[in-house]
């Protein structure tokens, strides 16, 4: 319980450095800081292969960098956020569309998700989904940065980019609820 509440008093102190909490009440931000909190401590017990010892960090698991809990949800948050923003509806994701490399590689991560998750369950390795989730959201944040989304101006090419950006958001929610890690909405 002290484990559980210093991770989540420090998620706090470190939402709050940050800001980005306008329109949330005091409720949604408690919320909020129990979800990071946790997550950062789940994550950082299941990322590890469990036949290897580890030491816990508790500044270490909330960080919002790196492979912490906190990193991923802040990237399902980021993408929230932007599908929200250009009204995105759910469509099939086209992959007729010319793709870039950083695009074909997501698709590929995103292929490898059932195999993964196979793999875990059968090795009663979480660790492997931990990191598959990882390697999906640093692809996804290299993808993020080098491409135009919303403001694409070709129509087919932003739909894509907004079906892909939305594939990925579920995949992760996917891993991370099976890690028992919630992902929330907004960070």
């Known amino acids: 319980d002290d484990l559980m509440a210093e991770v989540i008093e420090k998620a706090k102190e470190m939402t709050q450095e940050r800001g980005h909490l306008e329109g949330l009440d005091n409720a949604a931000r408690e919320q909020l800081y129990t979800q990071i909190g946790l997550g950062g401590l789940k994550y950082y017990l299941l990322k590890v292969d469990p036949k290897k ?5 508790p500044e270490e698991s909330i960080d919002l960098t790196g492979n912490t809990g906190p990193f991923l949800q802040y ?25 870039r490399p950083e695009e074909k590689e997501i698709i590929k991560q995103l292929a490898l998700f ?18 598959y989730s990882y390697e999906l ?17 070709d129509a087919a090419v932003r739909q894509f980019r907004l079906s892909l950006s939305a594939t990925v958001r579920q995949v992760l929610a996917q891993a991370l609820g099976l890690l ?5 909405q907004r960070m």
């Open 137 to 153: 959201v640093k692809l996804y944040n290299t993808f993020y940065q080098s491409v135009k989304i919303v403001i694409e101006p």
């Open 53 to 57: 010892r580890m030491l816990f960090n």
């Open 180 to 184: 028992g890690v919630e992902a929330p």
């Open 114 to 131: 059932g195999t993964t998750l196979e793999e875990a369950a059968k090795g009663y390795s979480p660790a492997l989904l931990a990191n």
């Open 75 to 99: 990237a399902h948050a980021r993408i929230s956020t932007l599908l929200e923003k250009a009204a995105y509806g759910p469509t099939p994701l086209s992959l007729t569309t010319p793709m």
